[in-house]
């Protein structure tokens, strides 16, 4: 049954302009675009997962050719650690959380990771002061989402930062990627079809 709406546009616009109309495509939903962006992302990211990759140190991406095997994939699948510790692990989640546009957590927890291994004062001003304002500050580029309270803390700490400056930030960081966005990405198109694939070499091994 037509709208009322419908039907007065018809009596307006004539018969053939309101089919036309009524042929519109509707837009599509947000789900849908993500979604389409995120299978470009896949197919990108398993010919070249280097596009995708922010490493914390130089000369740390993972090999293209490489793919993880299927006991590597069971590792991710049952620890975050396992999955955030692995280089491919990395730039697969990376890959996933740019899709969601949240890219910068796990931006951040990298940034975090180079901070804690510097030994040298003047680096470690640095490195404090550019992840504070790229990351930690309240209008900072790839604001991260953190309590007032340790965004203060760190703010106190930048003059001479020590070690620990960020860890309360990285755990907070940690936790939201371990139970929010993790669970996505093993029920995730992605994950599904890496595992497929690592199921293909597994069986092209063997044969």
């Not at 009596?11 to 962006?37: C, D, F, Q, Y």
């Not at 003047?122 to 007032?148: C, D, G, H, S």
């Not at 703010?155 to 669970?183: D, G, H, I």
């Amino acid at each position: 049954m037509q709208s009322s709406a419908f039907l007065v546009l018809q009596h307006k616009l004539g018969p053939m302009e309101a089919t036309a109309l009524s042929r519109v495509e509707k837009p599509k939903s947000n789900e849908m675009i993500r979604s389409g962006n995120w299978r470009s992302r896949l197919s990108s990211f398993l010919q070249s997962p280097n596009s995708f990759y922010k490493p914390s140190r130089a000369g740390s991406r993972p090999k293209a050719s490489h793919r993880p095997t299927t006991e590597e994939l069971n590792k991710w699948s049952q620890s975050f650690e396992s999955l955030i510790q692995n280089k491919f692990g990395q730039a697969m989640f990376r890959a996933f959380l740019k899709s969601e546009y949240s890219e910068e957590n796990i931006d951040f927890w990298l940034a975090c990771e180079e901070f804690k291994q510097l030994k040298s004062t003047t680096k470690r001003v640095r490195k404090a002061r550019v992840i504070y304002e790229k990351f930690v500050y309240e209008e900072a580029p790839k604001q991260i989402n953190l309590e007032f309270m340790t965004r203060e803390g760190i703010k106190q700490t930048l003059f001479n930062p020590p070690a620990s400056c960020f860890t309360a930030a990285q755990k907070r960081v940690y936790s939201l990627m371990e139970n929010n966005a993790y669970p996505r990405f093993l029920q995730s198109a992605a994950f599904e079809e890496l595992s497929h694939r690592a199921q293909q070499d597994g069986n092209f091994e063997r044969s």
